[in-house]
């Protein structure tokens, strides 16, 4: 089978092999197990490889590159008259030699994905959404639109569309799914964790205005001000990392709040595994994979109500759940679970049942069943 990738996902070529996000390539590898060719058509860059990369696994593998574009500006509506038909052409002609057109959505690439793959109704597809699915969340109008289009079943033939969490009213195309980071072989046993004493706090992500890092600062400044010891770390990088940064030390927060940067897979597992809680205010997510490796090693989210949030979490009955994204409520949310220990450990334990049911191996099966 000849499978085309379609995505807007940055990659890079080094020693004749493909590199991109970590976290992307490690799913997008199970997938090159049941395939004999694959086509990758997407940005690229020439850029040094980042820790956080990795290199696809298969031996018959090429890359078409295309520009990125956006439309946030002026320029850039400009740049984008001028590159989106070569861009669509190529993208015909991807679709039309493979067998499989996989589509990753939402993003500009995806957006031109959605409207060139109407022209192949008899196309075997999957579209993978990584984004919030949530009928009721505010979008950018690019997002509604590739969501209006490969919902439809009759402009989207032939299509299985892989949604994060569970949505009333959808059509039959739509396939609520999931990710996965750890193989079952990787579960351990850990330790009950303890409030004892000091509370150590944890939050992974892109440091950028919608992942909200600051937040999690004032939180943990917050907390501190009110008499616990408490330890913050912080994984990452981002727009926002300077200004975190100069925060931290303006404010004499720097023995009790730590930066680390972006960092390996396994750095990062030890961090959930040392930490009490993960303190995630995000604004907008799909399937929010910190918050399932979270509840994997035991350490219990603190999240907004966002996207398939709220299924992850049960409502509330497997970790903490923001009705607003305020430091105040945060610290109350937190405060409740250090009065409450009992509650935490039972929390931590179904949390952690819930999330080791999703491992690398259930995921791959269910990756088999759509090509």
Partial sequence: MKFGIITHSLHKIKD???????????????W????????????TSRDEISSIETAYIHPNIKII????FDITSLKGILKSLLVIPNICLKLYKVMKQVDHVHLRCP???????????VLFPSKNKTVKYAGNWDPNSRQPLSYKIQKRIISNTFLTRNCKVLVYGKWDNQSKNIIPFF??????????EIGYKTLNDSINLLFVGTFSLGKQPLLAVKSAEQLLQKGYDVQLNMYGDGVEFSMI????????????ISLHGNQPKINIKKAFIESHFL???????GWPKVVAEAMFWSCLAISTKVSCVPFMLNNGDRGGLLNGNSKEEVVEVIEQYICNKNVYIEEIIKARKWSQEYTLEKFEKEIQKLI
Wanted: charged share 25%; glycine share 4%.
């Fill in 16 to 30: 004749k092999q493909i590199f991109a996000y970590e976290p992307y390539v490690r799913e997008m590898n199970l």
């Fill in 32 to 43: 090159a197990k049941y395939v004999d060719e694959i086509i990758i058509i997407s940005p």
């Fill in 65 to 68: 590159k295309i520009p990125s």
């Fill in 107 to 117: 993003g500009n690439i995806g957006l031109l994905g959605c409207f060139v793959q």
């Fill in 179 to 188: 990710t996965a980071s750890y193989s079952k072989n990787e579960i351990e």
């Fill in 245 to 256: 940064k100069q925060y931290i030390v303006e404010n004499k927060l720097s023995n009790h």
């Fill in 279 to 285: 303190v995630f205010i995000s604004k907008s997510e």
